[in-house]
């Protein structure tokens, strides 16, 4: 049988507590200081807390430094190639809808090689978390311009002689906002732990496609990226409302730019998008937003007698009997 349906004979397997060293596949090698660290360990942490089965979850990733997230986590997972790794992780869900499926990405992975597949997979809604680690540069092949770069930065590919990048940067947040059927979209901050926790955890109790696009530090080869609001949190707004991000009071001591927003509004998170300040928290979630895996949902399911009838009736045209 080609892929299982949700009756799959996993769900039978015997139920066990799963310690958070059962999440932990290969070390890490990122460069010190890297917020790829806050991600995994964010990602490692709701696996444990949920008791999300390892056997019953994928991570799925490009090319890029965050693309080592599948052999960190001691589940199922598929390095591809640069701006794949979307398609092969709805290709797993479609035939395989038991499952968890995660996808990370970096800035250039997602929003230049696989744009394309970006904008589709908000479209699609298939049921499954999509974190995109932005660090607004390429840092795996040692610094070139990525599609959020920002104007004026000086890279391999966008020397001083040339005053730098010369295009603005593109604003992931607004783009997605505009695609049809978005269901979940959110941005994070990598040295904002507690708050990029509970997005997660958010993103993956939501059934659809949950985009998030973390604001991620490369101490290596663009370390001032967020400085700006780093050292001054006034330039954050943090977004909150009782079925999303909470804030602790020394959260709200640090970040005293923080507001209720509904997250069905989707006007307002539209606002939010386009403002100076980055707004960190759930902008948007449609929790009736069509899922792809319902559309495409056959009307009764293929039990191995319907699956031998049909077979037998192809068989039949050439005096053949199946087995």
């Known amino acids: 049988m080609f892929g299982l349906n949700t009756q799959c004979v996993l769900d039978d397997l015997e139920k066990t507590h799963h310690d958070l060293d059962d999440y932990t596949g290969e070390k890490p090698r990122w460069c010190p200081g890297c917020g790829d660290y806050a991600i995994l360990t964010a990602v490692q942490k709701l696996c444990h807390e949920e008791q999300i089965p390892p056997e019953k979850t994928v991570f799925v990733s490009g090319v890029g430094c965050a693309s080592q997230f599948p052999a960190n986590m001691n589940t199922y997972g598929f390095q591809g190639l640069h701006g794949r790794a979307l398609p092969v992780a709805e290709g797993v869900k479609m035939r395989r809808p038991d499952l968890n499926v995660f996808v990370n990405m970096g800035d250039g992975d ?3 090689a696989g744009a394309g597949h970006w904008i589709h997979a908000i479209r699609y809604n298939m049921d499954m978390v999509a974190i995109v680690h932005d660090n607004r540069i390429y840092g795996f092949t040692k610094s070139q311009v990525s599609p959020t770069s920002p104007k004026g930065l000086v890279t391999k590919t966008s020397p001083k002689s040339s005053n730098g990048v010369t295009l603005s940067s593109l604003n992931p947040i607004c783009a997605t906002l505009g695609v049809a059927n978005a269901s979940f979209v959110a941005l994070a901050a990598d040295w904002i732990p507690d708050v990029l926790y509970q997005i997660i955890k958010l993103a993956f109790q939501h059934r659809g496609f949950s985009f998030i696009r973390v604001l991620q530090r490369c101490p290596t080869y663009n370390p001032t990226a967020y400085d ?50 980055y707004p960190i928290g759930v902008l948007y979630q449609d929790k009736n937003a069509p899922v792809y895996e319902d559309l495409r949902r056959p009307k009764r399911a293929q039990t191995p007698e319907l699956i031998e009838q049909a077979l037998n009736r192809e068989f039949d045209k050439f005096g053949i009997a199946a087995h």
């Open 228 to 277: 700006k609001f780093i050292k001054d949190p006034s330039n954050l707004q943090l977004l909150t409302h009782p079925t999303t991000v909470q804030l602790s009071d020394m959260l709200k001591r640090i970040f005293k730019n923080h507001i209720d927003h509904d997250p069905v509004d989707l006007n307002a998170a539209r606002n939010f998008c386009t403002a100076e300040m």
């Open 110 to 112: 997602c929003f230049s």
